[in-house]
């Protein structure tokens, strides 16, 4: 085993281990420093000899055929994977800590108005158990702002009806507390005492959300059933749950939301993250002037 491939296997153990990542965030980590290690190979260069030089041209291929934001991700994980490579004493100087993240952020993340939010709430059919588990899961992510992820994966044990919070175990392992208002819990609560039950046929499950076969809701197929609700309101545009994600957020910032508040029911680890939102309030503020001020025009 040469050096590199040491260093890459010293580097995921390190990320599981030290850093407690979940499985899919080593996963993506692995498929970026692979793509970077197969890259110095072709250039026949040890991990101890790679200069800035070499990172900069690793980055410009990329940038010929990747969007700004894989771009971005690549350098955050190159930036971590030197980050273990100072520690373990492979290196003493950080060839990676002077790379600039693309400029991207003029590509605002895609949400719904409250009103199209309104139109997919009504969607669901409200007369058979399928329905209600839909109109309960779309409330509850639009209500928390909850990763698809981390509201399939929700447990019984992990939600309190009583007083609307939601004990959630998100990226890295984190435990956060996340509320939910009146409306979503009157779903959620409807969908628990009814149709969860006539899926279950008698057995048991520790997870919130189960489909017919009373498995567990998947990231895919909830997709396909946010999509075929689009499509039934005419819609040409295509949905994923993360914009109801991005639809919480934006919401919540131009009702007067706190930032910071915002940052941490979304479990993001830095409120630059988050900031990204600010942007999109700011072009609401901007249009609410244009059409309401006076002298606008």
Same mark, same amino acid.
């Given at each position: 085993?040469?050096?590199?491939?040491?260093?890459?296997?010293?580097?995921?153990?390190?990320?599981?281990?030290?850093?407690?990542?979940?499985?899919?965030?080593?996963?993506?980590?692995?498929?970026?420093?692979?793509?970077?290690?197969?890259?110095?190979?072709?250039?026949?260069?040890?991990?101890?000899?790679?200069?800035?030089?070499?990172?900069?041209?690793?980055?410009?291929?990329?940038?010929?055929?990747?969007?700004?934001?894989?771009?971005?991700?690549?350098?955050?994980?190159?930036?971590?994977?030197?980050?273990?490579?100072?520690?373990?004493?492979?290196?003493?100087?950080?060839?990676?800590?002077?790379?600039?993240?693309?400029?991207?952020?003029?590509?605002?993340?895609?949400?719904?108005?409250?009103?199209?939010?309104?139109?997919?709430?009504?969607?669901?059919?409200?007369?058979?158990?399928?329905?209600?588990?839909?109109?309960?899961?779309?409330?509850?992510?639009?209500?928390?702002?909850?990763?698809?992820?981390?509201?399939?994966?929700?447990?019984?044990?992990?939600?309190?009806?009583?007083?609307?919070?939601?004990?959630? /175990?998100?990226?890295?392992?984190?435990?956060?507390?996340?509320?939910?208002?009146?409306?979503?819990?009157?779903?959620?609560?409807?969908?628990?005492?009814?149709?969860?039950?006539?899926?279950?046929?008698?057995?048991?499950?520790?997870?919130?959300?189960?489909?017919?076969?009373?498995?567990?809701?998947?990231?895919?197929?909830?997709?396909?059933?946010?999509?075929?609700?689009?499509?039934?309101?005419?819609?040409?545009?295509?949905?994923?749950?993360?914009?109801?994600?991005?639809?919480?957020?934006?919401?919540?910032?131009?009702?007067?939301?706190?930032?910071?508040?915002?940052?941490?029911?979304?479990?993001?680890?830095?409120?630059?993250?988050?900031? /990204?939102?600010?942007?999109?309030?700011?072009?609401?503020?901007?249009?609410?002037?244009?059409?309401?001020?006076?002298?606008?025009?």
């Amino acid at each position: 085993m040469n050096l590199n491939r040491q260093v890459f296997d010293s580097f995921l153990n390190y990320l599981r281990i030290e850093k407690g990542l979940s499985e899919n965030t080593v996963k993506a980590y692995s498929f970026d420093i692979e793509e970077f290690l197969k890259f110095s190979e072709l250039e026949q260069k040890e991990l101890t000899g790679i200069q800035y030089v070499d990172l900069t041209n690793f980055l410009q291929g990329l940038q010929e055929r990747l969007s700004a934001r894989s771009v971005m991700r690549k350098i955050v994980s190159l930036r971590v994977f030197y980050k273990f490579l100072i520690l373990d004493g492979y290196l003493t100087e950080n060839p990676a800590q002077n790379l600039h993240m693309p400029r991207f952020w003029h590509t605002l993340p895609k949400y719904l108005t409250k009103l199209e939010i309104e139109a997919l709430m009504a969607c669901p059919n409200l007369g058979s158990p399928h329905g209600i588990r839909d109109r309960a899961m779309l409330e509850m992510l639009y209500a928390t702002g909850l990763r698809i992820t981390e509201l399939i994966r929700l447990k019984v044990g992990e939600v309190n009806l009583e007083i609307g919070i939601l004990q959630i /175990i998100g990226k890295g392992d984190k435990q956060r507390l996340v509320p939910f208002g009146e409306t979503a819990r009157d779903w959620l609560r409807k969908y628990m005492l009814s149709s969860r039950s006539r899926f279950l046929k008698g057995c048991t499950s520790r997870f919130v959300f189960l489909t017919q076969q009373r498995r567990p809701m998947s990231r895919q197929y909830f997709w396909i059933l946010l999509n075929r609700y689009a499509r039934s309101l005419g819609w040409k545009k295509k949905l994923n749950p993360h914009m109801l994600r991005h639809s919480f957020a934006t919401h919540m910032l131009e009702n007067g939301a706190d930032l910071r508040a915002v940052q941490i029911m979304l479990g993001h680890a830095d409120i630059s993250t988050t900031q /990204i939102y600010t942007h999109v309030t700011r072009q609401h503020l901007k249009e609410v002037y244009a059409r309401t001020h006076p002298r606008a025009k």
